[in-house]
């Protein structure tokens, strides 16, 4: 059986979340998740990320969304980490 790196796994986890995926790489992937928490983590995470911008689509109120995330931005541009003095 051939193994695969995490950087492999992490390379092609756009294309594992893509339901036409290949079997082939869903299973190598897998296999490969059995054994390592790290990408187990990350596969959760950028599944829940998919999941987030599939349901955008569907319902486009993004505006209010981005207004809010550049306003949290700009707050962390002007406002540095006062610990960090
Ligand atoms: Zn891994």
Redesign the pocket.
Known sequence: MKKI??QE?LDQLWEYLDEEARAELCSEINE?LER?H??QVEVDSLRMTVRIFRCEDHTPVPVLLSDKLRAAMSAIDKDPDPDAR
């Open positions: 790196s995490c796994v490969h390592c790290d990408c």
